[in-house]
C-alpha cells in the first residue's frame, strides 16, 4: 500500500502565498516522479506540475508557469509545490500524486498516475 499525505491547503487572499507539501515512504519517493494536480467544482481534473523522480526535470502547466514551484526535498521524502501571486482562478482541491511517466507524453495526464493523496483545499478570496 502506498500513501501520500498532502497538506498546507487554506484561504489566501489574491496575491498571497502557500506552500503544498506532499508526503510520501522513502521507498515511493525514490521510485516514482510526483505530480501536483487540481480540480475545481464542476470542473475536470487539470495538471499543474510535476518532477521527475532524479528531481532533474520539471514540467509546469501554463497557467502554473512563472508562479508555481515543485521541488523535492530527499531528506524528507517530500514534494512541495510553492504557490506564489494566487489568483481566484486557483481555487481548487490540489492532490498529489505519483507516476513512472512524468518524462512521457502521458505525463500530464491523470491516468498517468498510480497514487493519490487525499487532497487540499486552496481557497483564493479576491
Known amino acids: 500500500q502506498v500513501q501520500l499525505v498532502d497538506s498546507g491547503g487554506g484561504l489566501v487572499q489574491s496575491g498571497g502565498s502557500l506552500r503544498l507539501s506532499c508526503a510520501a515512504s522513502?521507498?515511493?519517493?525514490?521510485?516514482?516522479?510526483m505530480g501536483w494536480f487540481r480540480q475545481a467544482p464542476g470542473k475536470e481534473r487539470e495538471f499543474v506540475a510535476a518532477v521527475t523522480r532524479s528531481g532533474d526535470t520539471t514540467f509546469y502547466a501554463d497557467s502554473a508557469k512563472g508562479r508555481f514551484t515543485i521541488s523535492r526535498d530527499t531528506a524528507k521524502n517530500t514534494v512541495y509545490l510553492q504557490m506564489n501571486s494566487l489568483k481566484p482562478e486557483d481555487t481548487a482541491v490540489y492532490y498529489c500524486?505519483?507516476?513512472?511517466?512524468?518524462?512521457?507524453?502521458?505525463?500530464?495526464?491523470?491516468?498517468?498516475?498510480?497514487?493519490w493523496g487525499q487532497g487540499t483545499q486552496v481557497t483564493v478570496s479576491s
Open positions: 522513502r521507498r515511493t519517493f525514490n521510485t516514482y516522479g
Open positions: 500524486a505519483a507516476s513512472t511517466l512524468v518524462s512521457h507524453p502521458m505525463g500530464r495526464h491523470p491516468s498517468s498516475y498510480d497514487y
